[in-house]
């Protein structure tokens, strides 16, 4: 039964989700020194949203560190308090197909010296085949991240479902600039 933090939406509905994925982006709080990014966790055979995240939704990272939380690392944060284990476990509990759907391109750079969002998608062993992205990183704080590529080399699709929001997702990911 769908509950309101994890509704299901018709398979492939890439606006739907990306939707929804914007929708977390605009609970984060907007400040100059970050983006407001959203992402949710996806069963791509089912539709079912998993687990969902927003930068900063945590005030600190899942060990405890000082630093700020990335949407994709709430999402997996949630899967691994949910079921008990470190968020590196979480494969064992997501369904083979699970999608990342992220208002902005995984990181895979951080300047606070945090893990990446790239890396914590690689560690999780190829559950996550396939990433759906709403722009990529602005310049801002990382003059080229290299997020897509990295992932792509290590063979996860990452796709641009919804170019036509790029202006919509950027006013929201830029709150408080």
């Known amino acids: 039964?769908?509950?309101?933090?994890?509704?299901?939406?018709?398979?492939?509905?890439?606006?739907?989700?990306?939707e929804f994925a914007l929708v977390q982006a605009q609970k984060s709080p907007p400040a100059a020194n970050k983006f407001c990014v959203g992402a949710i966790l996806v069963d791509a055979a089912t539709g079912k949203v998993l687990s969902t995240g927003y930068s900063l939704e945590y005030p600190r990272d899942y060990k405890g560190d000082l630093g700020t939380t990335h949407a994709e690392q709430c999402c997996?944060?949630?899967?691994?308090?949910?079921?008990?284990?470190?968020?590196?476990?979480?494969?064992?509990?997501l369904p083979a197909n699970t999608a990342?759907?992220?208002?902005?391109?995984?990181?895979?750079?951080?300047?606070?010296?945090?893990?990446?969002?790239?890396?914590r998608i690689l560690r999780l062993k190829s559950v996550i085949k396939n990433v759906y992205v709403g722009?990529?990183?602005?310049?801002t704080f990382i003059a080229h991240n290299d997020g897509r590529e990295r992932l792509e080399a290590n063979g996860v699709n990452v796709v641009f479902p919804?170019?036509?929001?790029?202006?919509?997702?950027?006013?929201?990911s830029?709150?408080?600039h």
């Open 1 to 18: 039964m769908d509950s309101p933090t994890n509704p299901t939406f018709a398979v492939g509905d890439h606006e739907a989700f990306m």
């Open 76 to 93: 997996f944060i949630k899967i691994a308090d949910e079921n008990d284990l470190p968020e590196e476990r979480i494969h064992e509990v």
């Open 100 to 119: 990342l759907y992220t208002t902005m391109e995984p990181c895979n750079e951080r300047l606070s010296g945090n893990m990446t969002c790239a890396t």
């Open 162 to 172: 919804v170019e036509h929001w790029r202006d919509r997702i950027m006013k929201v």
């Open 174 to 176: 830029m709150a408080g």
């Open 135 to 139: 722009i990529k990183e602005p310049g």
